[in-house]
């Protein structure tokens, strides 16, 4: 079964949701590491939220590698009312059973950006089997903070990588009892 890979970033502090402060940290060795683990996925998965961020922006995007891998992949985004989604291979699922199904196809991992209001369903469905967090070694003093206002979910550490630049990327497996 393929796995669906959550991945954010977050402040220090804790602070997630606001990726333009802290974006501003991200580097070529970032976004390398970033094109690489896109490779390993076939599929993308998005909330509506970050989906109509993503698709205001990378569509347009022409010779940056993330962008590339980004617009190569079949994008299936979280909606209930969105009809006719612009962005070219997207394809809208209204209901998380259809990620279960999308799950139990045979192909590589599914990521997505981001922990936000689907999540919440994503994690009592227990869909979600890695959670992967970009620390960034800035203190952004307020905002919405990780898991905030979603269901408790235990993790076990599986590996973290250090930057040159001090953001450490870690992953977590979701314990699924």
Same mark, same amino acid.
């Given at each position: 079964?393929r796995k669906l890979i959550v991945s954010t970033l977050m402040?220090?502090?804790?602070?997630?949701?606001?990726?333009?402060?802290?974006?501003?940290?991200?580097?070529?060795?970032?976004?390398?590491?970033?094109?690489?683990?896109?490779?390993?996925?076939?599929?993308?998965?998005?909330?509506?939220?970050? #989906?109509?961020?993503?698709?205001?922006?990378?569509? &347009?995007?022409?010779?940056?590698?993330?962008?590339? $891998?980004?617009? $190569?992949?079949?994008? #299936?985004? $979280?909606s209930r009312t969105l009809r006719q989604p612009a962005w070219?291979?997207?394809?809208?699922?209204?209901?998380?059973?259809?990620? $279960?199904?999308?799950?139990?196809?045979?192909?590589?991992?599914?990521?997505? #950006?981001?922990?936000?209001?689907?999540?919440?369903?994503?994690?009592?469905?227990?869909?979600?089997?890695?959670?992967?967090? &970009?620390?960034?070694?800035?203190?952004?003093?307020?905002?919405?903070?990780?898991?905030?206002?979603?269901?408790?979910?235990?993790?076990?550490?599986?590996?973290?990588?250090?930057?040159?630049?001090?953001?450490?990327?870690?992953? #977590?497996?979701?314990?699924?009892?």
């Open positions: 079964m402040s220090l502090d804790g602070v997630v949701g606001t990726p333009e402060r802290l974006l501003s940290h991200w580097d070529e060795e970032n976004k390398a590491y970033a094109v690489e683990e896109l490779r390993g996925c076939d599929a993308f998965f998005f909330g509506r939220v970050t #989906y109509d961020v993503f698709a205001a922006r990378w569509p &347009s995007v022409r010779n940056d590698a993330f962008a590339d $891998a980004l617009n $190569a992949l079949p994008k #299936y985004v $979280a070219e291979g997207s394809i809208v699922l209204p209901d998380a059973a259809e990620l $279960a199904a999308l799950k139990k196809q045979p192909g590589k991992d599914i990521m997505k #950006y981001g922990l936000g209001e689907v999540d919440r369903a994503l994690i009592e469905r227990k869909l979600i089997d890695e959670l992967r967090i &970009s620390v960034v070694p800035v203190v952004l003093g307020a905002g919405r903070h990780l898991f905030e206002g979603l269901p408790s979910v235990a993790l076990r550490f599986a590996k973290v990588k250090t930057f040159t630049n001090g953001i450490l990327r870690t992953s #977590y497996e979701v314990v699924k009892e």
